[in-house]
């Protein structure tokens, strides 16, 4: 008995599991003044494939921590002299929040209050010093998949399960901000609809499994065709939304367009012994509108336009 499993799960299960066994990716700050216990957890650490960087004072972690964005982890002891480890932490989360950057402190077995001085600023654990091995490695690893399972689940939240494009939500989101930034610099900014032409017909003619195979194929074709800074985004069904901001975004616009209703048009698409080939239409606009959704309402007036002047086309 073999279960019939969409291409889009396993990829799915895939990247999940590649996110899990990316330890040695992770980049952890290792706060504390004595340098041989820097060394000693830069060691452990080490053993289990985290990517470490060191500071000594909290001054020279608050610099670290704006250079290197992709500090997940921050490991920080408590008595340091000039700044001390609570007032690093409350430092640290007036820019970084709890589900951005993980916190454990190091406290003091001896005065207990320095755990809850830690937490209270905002760490997300502590260990006590001096600590048992055992235990170091399992906050450690459990504060990093928690963390993990989070900014799994906040991008899933702006993702499309099916073609793994961002969402609509992730658009009116990020692409706000990159509008807003167009029309005060007065920088070129495109919004583009891409919509399937017959799409209802493939599946009509072929079933839904196979319609389901095509978004994949002509999300991927667009993805790469696209340019990297672009923003491109399953709007519903069979439409996309594409953004275009900066210099690509002018008179230009049309052969970027025309490229990419290329790339989908050229598509062969396998099914059996045949190979299915699909068209799109594009309705484009450059005119910084009211809104990103009013512009959006322009660009869909213009793929109106193209559909009804026979599809497979680009209009601006
Ligand atoms: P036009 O050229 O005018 O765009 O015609 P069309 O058939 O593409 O347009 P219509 O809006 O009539 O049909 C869109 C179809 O897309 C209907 C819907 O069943 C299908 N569809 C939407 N989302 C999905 C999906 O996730 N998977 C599959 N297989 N089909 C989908
Ligand atoms: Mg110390
Ligand atoms: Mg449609
Ligand atoms: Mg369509």
Same mark, same amino acid.
């Given at each position: 008995?073999?279960?019939?499993?969409?291409?889009?799960?396993?990829?799915?299960?895939?990247?999940?599991?590649?996110?899990?066994?990316?330890?040695?990716?992770?980049?952890?700050?290792?706060?504390?003044?004595?340098?041989?216990? @820097?060394? &000693? +957890?830069?060691?452990?650490?080490?053993?289990?494939?985290? *990517?470490?960087? %060191?500071?000594?004072? #909290?001054?020279? !972690?608050?610099?670290?921590?704006?250079?290197?964005?992709?500090?997940?982890?921050?490991?920080?002891?408590?008595?340091?002299?000039?700044?001390?480890?609570?007032?690093?932490?409350?430092?640290?989360?007036?820019?970084?929040?709890?589900?951005?950057?993980?916190?454990?402190?190091?406290?003091?077995?001896?005065?207990?209050?320095?755990?809850?001085?830690?937490?209270?600023?905002?760490?997300?654990?502590?260990?006590?010093?001096?600590?048992?091995?055992?235990?170091?490695?399992?906050?450690?690893?459990?504060?990093?998949?928690?963390?993990?399972?989070?900014?799994?689940?906040?991008?899933?939240?702006?993702?499309?399960?099916?073609?793994?494009?961002?969402? @609509?939500? &992730? +658009?009116?989101?990020?692409?706000?901000?990159?509008?807003? *930034?167009?029309? %005060?610099?007065?920088? #070129?900014?495109? !919004?583009?609809?891409?919509?399937?032409?017959?799409?209802?017909?493939?599946?009509?003619?072929?079933?839904?499994?196979?319609?389901?195979?095509?978004?994949?194929?002509?999300?991927?074709?667009?993805?790469?065709?696209?340019?990297?800074?672009?923003?491109?985004?399953?709007?519903?069904?069979?439409?996309?939304?594409?953004?275009?901001?900066?210099?690509?975004?002018?008179?230009?616009?049309?052969?970027?367009?025309?490229?990419?209703?290329?790339?989908?048009?050229?598509?062969?698409?396998?099914?059996?012994?045949?190979?299915?080939?699909?068209?799109?239409?594009?309705?484009?606009?450059?005119?910084?509108?009211?809104?990103?959704?009013?512009?959006?309402?322009?660009?869909?007036?213009?793929?109106?336009?193209?559909?009804?002047?026979?599809?497979?086309?680009?209009?601006?």
């Amino acid at each position: 008995y073999v279960l019939k499993t969409n291409p889009s799960e396993i990829d799915y299960v895939a990247r999940l599991v590649r996110r899990v066994h990316r330890n040695h990716r992770i980049k952890v700050l290792i706060v504390d003044d004595s340098k041989g216990f @820097r060394l &000693y +957890l830069k060691e452990l650490l080490r053993t289990h494939r985290y *990517q470490t960087i %060191e500071a000594e004072d #909290g001054e020279e !972690a608050l610099k670290l921590l704006h250079q290197h964005l992709d500090i997940r982890l921050m490991l920080t002891d408590f008595h340091m002299p000039k700044m001390d480890g609570q007032t690093l932490i409350t430092q640290a989360r007036r820019h970084f929040d709890r589900n951005q950057l993980g916190i454990i402190g190091f406290s003091d077995q001896s005065a207990p209050i320095t755990s809850a001085k830690l937490l209270k600023a905002g760490a997300n654990d502590f260990i006590a010093k001096p600590f048992l091995i055992e235990e170091f490695y399992c906050r450690i690893t459990q504060n990093v998949e928690t963390l993990e399972f989070i900014h799994l689940v906040r991008d899933s939240a702006v993702r499309d399960f099916l073609t793994q494009l961002h969402n @609509r939500r &992730y +658009l009116f989101d990020v692409g706000t901000k990159a509008y807003e *930034q167009a029309k %005060e610099r007065d920088s #070129g900014f495109a !919004a583009v609809i891409i919509d399937i032409d017959h799409f209802k017909q493939v599946n009509d003619t072929h079933g839904h499994f196979i319609g389901d195979r095509v978004l994949q194929r002509v999300a991927t074709a667009m993805r790469k065709s696209a340019h990297q800074d672009d923003l491109l985004v399953r709007y519903g069904g069979e439409e996309f939304c594409l953004l275009i901001h900066g210099e690509r975004a002018s008179a230009r616009l049309a052969e970027e367009l025309e490229r990419i209703r290329f790339a989908i048009a050229s598509l062969e698409i396998p099914n059996g012994n045949e190979v299915l080939r699909v068209t799109a239409s594009l309705g484009a606009t450059l005119n910084k509108s009211s809104s990103l959704a009013a512009m959006i309402d322009i660009a869909d007036a213009a793929l109106y336009l193209a559909k009804t002047e026979g599809r497979n086309r680009v209009r601006i």
